[in-house]
């Protein structure tokens, strides 16, 4: 590693004087990343024959790619490499469908709005009523939604693609006519400021309620001849329908030829399917092939997975009920992996569904071991249940992640149907090498839920999966 790294700096020239003192430091260190097994439950003989793979950085110039397997005498092999450039990742990023109460020009985010004019404001026709009731420089009005809207207006945006869509007076009317949200008792606050010469300077739209907001929570996968979409009005983070006779289930919005000339046609939305009265929608996903839709649900008898089959139109083909799965926490994400289907939730709950020759079977749900409670005191979700990795061959169901956002610790446990077989921690002696006081060596790539890491990188940056894990067969 040594001479490795004395070539590195030959070549990269002057470089080198530009660079902290503390990539020096590494030649002083031992040319090996060690690995330590550390049996915190089990028989360790549960997790032989898994080979973790790590990447790791120093202030992304110094890389490192290290390989440990379980169960083997000479368990560490480590390769390193140096990049005068400083390296930066990105992340996998989707095409998201999203729709907003508002009208063509504007929209209500987050029950909030601020214009400039009436005519761009979410609510036009509430905001214009109210800007010339007074001449007063400020002013602001408490009016019921429903005294101008029979339904919600609706607006739609995009995130993650480039297709075109034309949202106008006539498209708002369609797709509210569509989901038909009445606003029921809902009420709209308007502050309208003015010039000196009486024109409104500036408008905000506030939802307000007595009790918890409404908002919609959008669900969206995108296929190759169209986007399938579903949502949910929930009041509040609390995983439930709010009942406004809204026109609910899997809906389908086709697109329109390729590349810069893709059109999403809104004007074509359609449902494609409708859901049983008491189910929420928590994601929607589909698969590589394009062929199966999944979506997970919570209903008055717990968690589900519903398996819909695709063929031009949308047939549910199986709906599989996650056993064991305690109503103590937010659900957080699908994983479509090999073998089958993983579901986590934010206290570190996980269900997973196994595929077998096109048929789903629940097959275990468990608690991956804590590391930093559920939140960290600064509100930092843990990493595993989001950024997770796993390995299932039928009869051994293997997880594991960082333990936390402060080093290199890997939690890895080993589950068969009936429980838990085996929980290790894997402490790196990186965490130990301290180049320099204020910047520790990382997992390479975008780490989406830690602490100031989310927005680093640009779109079209290298995606590098930090943790991954292979099965000596």
């Known amino acids: 590693m040594k001479k490795t790294l004395i070539s590195f700096f030959v070549a990269a020239g002057l470089i080198i004087f530009l660079l902290p003192a503390a990539f020096i430091a590494v030649e002083g260190k031992k040319d090996q990343v060690i690995i330590t097994q550390e049996v915190l439950f089990g ?4 997790a032989s024959g898994i080979t973790l793979a790590i990447a790791s950085h120093w202030n992304r110039h110094l890389l490192w790619n290290t390989e440990y397997t379980i169960g083997e005498e000479k368990t560490t092999k480590s390769k390193f490499t140096f990049s005068g450039k400083s390296i930066l990742w990105g992340w996998e990023r989707g095409t998201n469908a999203n729709f907003y109460f508002g009208t063509a020009k504007s929209a209500l985010e987050n029950g909030k709005n601020s214009s400039v004019a009436c005519t761009e404001s979410a609510f036009p026709e509430i905001a214009n009523k109210v800007a010339y009731r007074t001449r007063d420089s400020k002013y602001s009005e408490i009016v019921s939604i429903a005294e101008y809207y029979e339904v919600y207006p609706l607006i739609f945006r995009t995130e993650g693609s480039m297709a075109k869509y034309h949202c106008d007076r006539g498209t708002t009317k369609y797709l509210s006519e569509l989901f038909h949200i009445s606003p029921a008792k809902d009420r709209l606050e308007v502050v309208v400021e003015k010039n000196s010469d009486g024109r409104p300077s500036l408008i905000q739209q506030r939802i307000v309620r007595e009790d918890l907001p409404v908002f919609l929570v959008n669900l969206s996968a995108e296929a190759q001849d169209g986007i399938y979409y579903t949502y949910r009005l929930e009041a509040g983070n609390r995983e439930e329908n709010i009942d406004r006779g809204q026109n609910s289930g899997i809906f389908f919005i086709p697109c329109r030829g390729e590349g810069e000339a893709r059109q999403i046609e809104l004007l074509e939305m359609k449902r494609s399917c409708e859901f049983l009265s008491d189910v929420v929608p928590l994601e929607l996903k589909l698969n590589k092939s394009g062929d199966i839709l999944y979506l997970s649900a919570k209903s008055k008898g717990g968690y589900s997975l519903f398996v819909y089959q695709l063929d031009g139109e949308v047939h549910l083909k199986q709906e599989i009920c996650l056993e064991n799965i305690r109503d103590t926490s937010n659900y957080c994400q699908m994983s479509l992996v ?26 275990c749900s468990g608690i991956f071991p804590q590391t930093m409670g559920e939140l960290s005191e600064e509100g930092v979700q843990n990493p595993f249940p989001r950024e997770n990795v796993l390995s299932f061959d039928g009869t051994r169901l293997v997880l594991a992640a960082f333990e936390n956002w402060e080093n290199m610790e890997i939690r890895l446990v080993v589950y068969n149907r009936e429980g838990e077989l085996y929980c290790g921690r894997y402490k790196n002696s990186q965490d130990n090498m301290r180049l320099a006081a204020d910047n520790r060596i990382e997992p390479q790539g975008v780490r989406l839920w830690a602490p ?5 990188a640009g779109k079209d940056d290298p995606i590098v999966f930090p943790l991954s894990l292979t099965v000596i067969e």
């Not at 100031?452 to 680093?456: E, G």
């Open 43 to 46: 028989d360790p003989g549960a």
């Open 338 to 363: 090999d073998g089958g289907v993983l579901l986590t939730w934010n206290d570190n709950q996980f269900s997973f569904v196994e595929e077998e020759e096109g048929e789903y079977f629940w097959w």
């Open 452 to 456: 100031n890491r989310a927005w680093s």
